[in-house]
């Protein structure tokens, strides 16, 4: 996933998850298990004292972040607007709330 559109979804502090959670074994939302098919995977994060961790997340908290997200970068994004197609952070979301929806 394009570190961009990360960085626009609301994670939570590293330092305020459970292992299971940091290592991506439950969602960093709403801590339900995952498995690697209900699974989405956010990117390797950095944390504040350096150590890296590996959020996931299942779909159903993914998709209104992930469509908040592509909301707010689509009202304030001049290519998104003509089309989204050649931005790569609307691409990235809107293949993003798809994965979601799945």
Partial sequence: MSTAVVDLLPLPPRD???EEQARGAACIWD????TTTTAIDLGEQQAADGTHWFPRACRPCTL??????LQLHSGA?????????????????V?????ARR
């Fill in 64 to 69: 209104p972040r992930a469509m908040q997200a």
């Fill in 77 to 93: 994004c001049e290519q998104c607007v003509d089309d989204y197609t050649q931005c790569p952070t609307g691409l990235a979301l």
């Fill in 31 to 34: 801590a339900t298990p995952l």
């Fill in 16 to 18: 305020g998850l459970t």
């Fill in 95 to 99: 293949r993003l709330v798809r994965e």
